[in-house]
């Protein structure tokens, strides 16, 4: 079959391999946003489609069979563009969600709706892992009193909009214990983060639970 995954994970590239290697013509698709995506099996095609009708047309024109949604289950649009799509093309669309994390019974987790909600939970004059992409930093300015260590994969090509910040570029540890050693060399009092699930970024949830750090952690 001619597949077509919209990727950006490690589910996504996973599944991209187990296909390749089942016989299948698979094309992943990435939106652009990490410098240096890692290599993949099959093909990449980097970029936006242009909406809804913009990935119906490429799915037309490549005569894909299938469409695989394996997105980051915080990546509302391009899902609800591909389940669109793929009503537009007539392409049977598979949806691969990840469930997110459970709370542990020993976690002290802040649960709220979004990142307005999660930056209106700081205590004042905290010290805060910032673990969320470039494009949701800005919001967190308005906290003059909050120091932020602000974890992100790339280096960003302009300073950030925040008060008083510390990078830490690169992805996180899978090793709880590498995450606490972080936690504790910056003082950390709180981490933000949404509620992603997978396995990837979780080790800084079992640091914190270690250490009896509160997670402001936006839901699903
Ligand atoms: P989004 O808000 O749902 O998408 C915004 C726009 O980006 C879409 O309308 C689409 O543009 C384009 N786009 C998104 N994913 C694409 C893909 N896989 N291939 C081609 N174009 C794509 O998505 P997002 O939250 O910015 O996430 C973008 C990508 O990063 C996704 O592939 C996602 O799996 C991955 N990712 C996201 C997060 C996260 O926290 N959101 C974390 C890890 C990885 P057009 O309308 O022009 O087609």
């Not at 990727?7 to 187990?18: H, M, V, Y």
């Not at 673990?131 to 308005?142: E, M, P, S, T």
């Given at each position: 079959?001619?597949?077509?995954?919209?990727?950006?994970?490690?589910?996504?590239?996973?599944?991209?391999?187990?296909?390749?290697?089942?016989?299948?013509?698979?094309?992943?698709?990435?939106?652009?946003r990490t410098k240096e995506p890692k290599p993949l099996e099959g093909k990449i095609r980097i970029g936006g489609f242009g909406g809804a009708e913009g990935l119906a047309t490429y799915l037309k024109e490549n005569q894909i069979d299938l469409l695989i949604d394996c997105t980051h289950p915080f990546a509302k649009q391009i899902s609800t563009n591909a389940v669109a799509a793929s009503k537009l093309a007539n392409v049977k669309l598979e949806i691969h969600t990840r469930q997110p994390w459970q709370k542990h019974e020993n976690d002290n987790w802040i649960e709220v709706q979004?990142?307005?909600?999660?930056?209106?939970?700081?205590?004042?004059?905290?010290?805060?892992?910032?673990?969320?992409?470039?494009?949701?930093?800005?919001?967190?300015?308005?906290?003059?009193?909050?120091?932020?260590?602000?974890?992100?994969?790339d280096q960003p090509e302009q300073k950030l909009p925040l008060p008083e910040y510390k990078l830490l570029i690169g992805k996180p540890s899978s090793n709880w214990h590498e995450e606490k050693a972080v936690l504790e060399k910056n003082n950390i009092t709180h981490i933000i983060c949404r509620n992603s699930g997978g396995t990837g970024a979780y080790a800084k949830i079992e640091a914190a639970r270690n250490l009896k750090i509160p997670v402001i952690i936006v839901s699903q």
């Open positions: 079959m001619k597949i077509l995954i919209l990727g950006g994970i490690k589910e996504a590239a996973n599944l991209a391999s187990k296909l390749v290697n089942e016989g299948h013509d698979v094309t992943s698709s990435l939106a652009g979004n990142l307005e909600k999660a930056r209106d939970a700081i205590p004042k004059q905290a010290c805060v892992l910032l673990a969320l992409g470039r494009q949701y930093i800005d919001l967190f300015k308005a906290r003059e009193d909050v120091f932020y260590l602000v974890r992100m994969v």
